[in-house]
């Protein structure tokens, strides 16, 4: 065997062939789910099926990968004959397709070259053990060892002692019976020379009779020489068609477990984007406008004058470079942009395994999935997606037989789809099941002491509780979403995109959230004010609406300042006290700036010197030297060169309306 | 203030010219002289009023914009408890310490000074040390005692908050024997 050892691999030679290769993974699983779902497109999809087994089979033949090469060979020669109708391709043979194409996933994203893969299993439930064709090396054939951890410790202590060990390969004839006997013969005899250290399977073991072939492990302190093991393995035992005996070195396997299904443990965040090159185009071409700004600066400076006219061309020149420059940012920002489907197209693949585990069929739409979003943001998007994913079809969509019951198609409906509000991506996940039971959710959080038995609780306000931390309303703890994590780890992850959950459900016909979340999290569309002299900024989604307003509208209601905005009053503070001083920074007089900001049902009215306006502002994160301040969730530069801060209009209202819901 | 580019200007240059070694950049806070250690120095830039921060610590006059990082900056003389309002900062000293990043204001800086190893002497143990503390060393130039700064300890928010608050309360009880003293006339001559 081959073995590539790690320096070999140049760097960035490994990350391609990482990031081609899982890519080129992704979709092989995308269309195996497809074809599970709807058989015929086999016929259409097998020579896709064949293309990425091929192209894997070649990048990894490149990188010295010889196992990986060998399975791949042979995944691609069984497309081929499904290709020529020779064969088919059973639900099964997806089921193993897929746990391989994890497996050999999680394997090359552990790059790791210098450890193989261990890609026996695969070899064997592809059914391919017997046909040992030429290329593989035989020792790959066999089936692979097992040894717990004392037997381990037994077989190394006697390697360093150099004693010898021989593993033995007995083959049964098709038709052969009895198997535990003619092992337990063969076993007696070879014991005058050596002893047996282990048969596997094991004699006591059921499945022995059942094996084409059983191994045993020999044991001897000199070393037996050619004439003994001719001995050995020439004894003529009934129904035993070969024997081979070879010397044999016992070797820790790598501690590298395959996990069981497509859910396998998130990879470190992918550092690398593939961009489309008309994308990277549209830069070069703003750099090439920017040379001509350039070279236009430098004529003025070469005619070393100071005139009206001197005067007219650098105006144009420094306009001409902010929109430049302002494209030229917009182009850059472009490129961390990636179409929803890059995350999206994992989903069938989970639901498809879930669906088979809870056996309640379900299908998956999708639209809008070409909306693009940030790369940063589209994969802190996947843990929340499939959280709601699976609680949809835990605990949304019913059984069929319960759906048939209420007149529903017995296959579950999700909707998983994007689009694109502004500034905002909004995505939405609606499932077709039962909907949210208000009064489940209410009894359940008056029994874990979340609201008093006897509050008054709009729709709305009950359907929050379900991201009240701790609450599930799943009757019993399930592995596909009770994992003592509830909704509201779904609500940080997203607020911390500063993104928004909100919920729509209607009993027995379904529920709906939609999840909405920034563009980018690198720029924000925000609300400027002033307070004490200083500009501060408020993202745009928190700010319903602006005011100035007199003095005389204001009310006192219980000591606290309010305004009665449409018959609702909303509770008012003064943004100078966030920093301590009263009054002595506000020399405002007559109409008094008021800004509405919202947070869920919650309002608040923040009171400012003075409204600037909306803009754009690039974030920029505090330098850890400062501790994290709830209030305060970045800053951005302005034109002026001032330090503005961002407010968190959450945690702002958090702060003055202390006690509500959510 | 063109002395004082001329003199940042100068120092600016020294630090990139240096090779290591125990050198101290002095100033001074209240009636102090402290030194930071060279090598944590980014740069001395000239002071720009920092934006406020709400909620934070009063000895963290804001955070400024350095080279498009945000970094606060915190006042030395708040921390020792000898704040006065008509001080008149002229420049910050950002330094990074631990991959943290920040500025000291600073009234002036007076010199750049080199120890050898036998003048630096550990902190003595004094009955205060609201103010040892943050020393990670001492030593003696032109008959001044020189304060050697930890910067990882400034940094230590809550560290220092409750190291203030002690302060406080120690002062509090001194001045209610004398007049709370004055630190004025402490510019670098």
Redesign the interface.
């Known amino acids: 065997m081959f073995v590539v050892s790690g320096n070999n691999i140049d760097q960035t030679l490994s990350r391609l062939f990482v990031a081609e290769t899982r890519e080129q993974l992704e979709k092989f699983t995308q269309i195996l789910v497809d074809v599970d779902n709807e058989p015929n497109r086999i016929e259409t999809e097998v020579h896709e099926l064949f293309r990425i087994a091929h192209n894997i089979k070649g990048s990894s033949g490149m990188m010295g990968l010889s196992n990986v090469k060998e399975v791949m060979h042979r995944v691609e020669n069984h497309f081929d004959e499904i290709r020529q109708g020779k064969a088919g391709l059973s639900s099964e043979m997806i089921d193993v397709l897929l746990r391989l194409s994890d497996d050999l996933l999680s394997y090359i994203e552990a790059e790791s070259w210098q450890n193989p893969w261990n890609s026996q299993q695969w070899l064997e439930l592809l059914g391919f053990e017997s046909q040992g064709k030429a290329g593989l090396a035989n020792a790959q054939l066999k089936q692979a060892l097992e040894f717990n951890e004392e037997q381990a410790k037994t077989l190394e202590s006697w390697q360093s002692a150099g004693k010898k060990l021989y593993r033995v390969d007995l083959k049964f004839r098709q038709d052969a019976v009895m198997k535990t006997v003619s092992v337990f013969t063969w076993k007696k005899h070879a014991e005058q020379w050596c002893s047996t250290f282990a048969v596997i399977p094991a004699m006591d073991d059921p499945a022995l009779e059942q094996a084409d072939g059983v191994v045993l492990i020999l044991q001897s302190e000199t070393g037996l020489d050619e004439q003994t093991l001719g001995k050995i393995s020439g004894y003529p035992v009934f129904d035993l068609e070969k024997v081979q005996i070879e010397s044999w070195e016992y070797r820790p396997k790598p501690a590298k477990p395959v996990p069981p299904s497509g859910e396998r443990a998130p990879a470190a965040a992918d550092q690398t984007i593939r961009v489309d090159s008309v994308k990277i185009d549209r830069l070069i071409n703003y750099i090439g406008e920017l040379l001509t700004v350039k070279a236009g600066f430098n004529d003025l400076i070469e005619r070393q004058e100071q005139s009206k006219a001197v005067w007219n061309q650098l105006t144009k020149l420094v306009q001409q470079f902010e929109q430049i420059t302002s494209d030229f940012q917009l182009a850059l920002m472009e490129l961390r942009m990636v179409p929803l489907n890059q995350i999206f197209a994992r989903f069938p693949r989970i639901i498809r395994d879930i669906s088979k585990r809870l056996n309640k069929p379900v299908e998956i739409e999708f639209f809008g999935e070409d909306t693009e979003i940030d790369k940063q943001i589209s994969e802190k998007l996947v843990d929340p997606l499939t959280h709601l994913i699976r609680n949809a079809m835990d605990h949304g969509i019913e059984s069929p037989e319960k759906r048939q019951v209420s007149g529903k198609p017995s296959t579950g409906k999700i909707r998983l789809g994007a689009s694109q509000e502004g500034d905002y991506i909004v995505i939405s996940i609606s499932d077709d099941g039962n909907g949210i039971d208000l009064d489940k959710v209410r009894q359940k959080a008056v029994k874990n002491k979340l609201i008093d038995p006897s509050a008054q609780l709009s729709k709305e306000e009950i359907i929050r509780l379900i991201f009240a931390p701790g609450f599930s309303t799943a009757e019993k703890v399930s592995d596909i979403s009770g994992r003592g994590v509830g909704l509201d780890v779904v609500e940080t992850s997203i607020r911390s995109l500063k993104g928004e959950i909100e919920v729509d459900s209607e009993l027995g016909k379904g529920t709906t959230f939609r999840l909405k979340v920034p563009l980018t999290l690198a720029i924000i569309q925000a609300f400027l004010v002033k307070s004490?002299g200083?500009t501060m900024a408020i993202p745009s989604v928190n700010v319903l609406e602006s005011y100035a307003i007199r003095t005389e509208d204001i009310q006192n209601v219980g000591g606290n300042d309010v305004f009665s905005l449409r018959q609702e009053f909303v509770p008012l503070f003064y943004l100078n006290r966030?920093?301590g001083m009263e009054d002595d920074c506000s020399q405002v007089s007559g109409p008094l700036s008021l800004v509405i900001l919202n947070r869920g049902r919650n309002k608040l009215g923040l009171v400012v010197d003075e409204l600037v306006g909306q803009a754009e502002i690039m974030i920029?994160?505090?330098?850890?030297?400062?501790?994290d301040?709830p209030?305060?969730s970045?800053?951005t530069?302005l034109g002026n060169?001032?330090?503005?801060?961002i407010l968190d209009a959450k945690q702002l209202i958090a702060e003055v309306l202390p006690g509500k819901v959510g | 203030m063109a002395a004082v580019d001329n003199i940042m200007a100068i120092l600016n240059l020294q630090f990139t010219s240096l090779e290591g070694g125990t050198q101290q950049v002095i100033f001074n806070a209240g009636d102090d002289y402290f030194g930071i250690d060279i090598l944590n120095i980014k740069e001395i830039i000239r002071y720009i009023p920092p934006t406020k921060v709400p909620k934070a610590p009063v000895f963290v006059e804001g955070v400024i914009n350095f080279r498009g990082e945000i970094i606060p900056v915190l006042n030395l003389d708040r921390v020792f408890g000898s704040a006065s309002n008509n001080k008149e900062y002229t420049v910050i000293v950002v330094v990074e310490t631990s991959q943290k990043m920040y500025g000291l204001l600073v009234e002036n800086v007076l010199d750049i000074v080199s120890f050898g190893t036998a003048e630096i002497q550990p902190v003595p143990e004094f009955s205060n040390n609201e103010k040892t503390q943050y020393l990670k060393s001492m030593a003696k130039h032109d008959d001044q005692i020189v304060l050697m700064l930890d910067l990882d300890k400034l940094v230590d928010f809550e560290a220092v908050e409750q190291s203030m608050a002690r302060l406080k309360a120690s002062q509090s009880y001194e001045s209610s024997g004398k007049r709370s003293r004055s630190s004025k006339n402490a510019t670098g001559e």
Do not use: R, Y
């Open positions: 004490c200083q966030l920093f920029k994160q505090i330098n850890k030297a400062l501790p301040n209030l305060v970045g800053a530069l060169g001032e330090v503005a801060l």
